[in-house]
């Protein structure tokens, strides 16, 4: 049963945002990073996504975004994804911020997405900046390609120690410190700055609602914590609201 104040407020509400994680995606079965089924429990995070890795062993990182490109190309949206879609029509200002660069959202149907951390379809020259999308590369030799230029082409991802897309940035915090009602869905809340957002929307006096099967740094400061997995509740958040 889903609380009937959480309910409550989020019908009264103009504006809502949303940040999502990669838990959002597991139930489509794309692996975590962290968690109790992190794919990252092998390798920290922190020492495969980074710019100096890449430089280090081109190709061994190329090859691990080559087997994930093929993952997320075959994967579909869940109900979570769908239920998120259908929330954004009911509300008169809903922004989606996602950390997470699978593109599920968008073929879910959701449109005022902000991708905090990129795209895995996208890619681009480390030499000229040229951008490459997935259909121009040819994939699966475990190789590095090379953009026209002899520049080494990298996934158009934002890894560890790099800037995140300035206005992107800029855009999600404008909607977090305006929103009425602010959606934590799947994040560890371990990776800054994104997880300043559920933090900076409380402070400017939005309702915040945490759902994870699992308690993060985040649940203590929420108003409501559902310890469930989001392809669960968020299909009955909606039905909820709608009644
Ligand atoms: C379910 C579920 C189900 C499971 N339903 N839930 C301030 C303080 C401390 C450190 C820093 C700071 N500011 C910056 C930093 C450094 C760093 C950082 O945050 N480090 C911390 C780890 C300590 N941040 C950066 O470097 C960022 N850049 C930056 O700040 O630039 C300015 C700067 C530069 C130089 C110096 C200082 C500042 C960039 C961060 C980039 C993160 N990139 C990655 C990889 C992207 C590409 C790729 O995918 O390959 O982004 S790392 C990885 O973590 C990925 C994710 O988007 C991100 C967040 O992970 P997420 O989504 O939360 O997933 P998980 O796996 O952690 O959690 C899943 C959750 O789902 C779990 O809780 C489960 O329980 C749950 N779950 N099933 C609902 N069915
Ligand atoms: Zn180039």
Redesign the pocket.
């Known amino acids: 049963m889903i609380d009937e104040s959480l309910i409550r407020r989020l019908k009264a509400s103009k504006k809502v945002a949303v940040l999502t994680?990669?838990?959002?995606s597991?139930?489509s079965g794309v692996p975590?990073?962290?968690?109790?089924?992190?794919m990252w429990k092998k390798f920290k995070?922190?020492e495969l996504?980074n710019f100096d890795a890449f430089m280090r062993n081109p190709d061994m990182v190329w090859e691990w975004y080559e087997h994930r490109k093929d993952l997320m190309s075959k994967v579909k949206p869940n109900a979570g994804h769908y239920a998120m879609a259908k929330m954004e029509k009911l509300f008169p200002v809903f922004t989606l911020i996602t950390?997470?660069?699978d593109n599920l959202h968008r073929i879910a149907g959701s449109e005022n997405i902000l991708e905090l951390?990129?795209n895995i379809r996208r890619n681009f020259c480390i030499n000229c900046k040229k951008q490459y999308n997935d259909e121009h590369l040819t994939l699966g030799g475990g190789k590095v390609p090379k953009c026209s230029c002899g520049g080494m082409i990298r996934p158009d991802?934002?890894?560890?120690?790099?800037?995140?897309p300035g206005s992107i940035l800029e855009s999600a915090f404008k909607a977090a410190e305006t929103c009425d009602f602010f959606l934590s869905?799947?994040?560890?809340?371990?990776?800054?700055?994104?997880a300043m957002l559920p933090v900076a929307a409380k402070k400017a006096g939005a309702v915040l609602l945490e759902?994870?099967?699992?308690t993060?740094p985040l649940t203590q400061s929420t108003d409501y914590y559902i310890k469930a997995?989001?392809?669960e509740v968020l299909p009955q958040i909606v039905e909820a609201i709608i009644k």
């Open positions: 994680g990669a838990g959002v597991a139930e975590t990073f962290r968690g109790e089924e992190g995070p922190e996504a950390q997470n660069i951390h990129g991802v934002v890894w560890f120690g790099e800037m995140l869905l799947g994040t560890s809340a371990v990776v800054y700055p994104a759902i994870n099967p699992e993060t997995k989001t392809g």
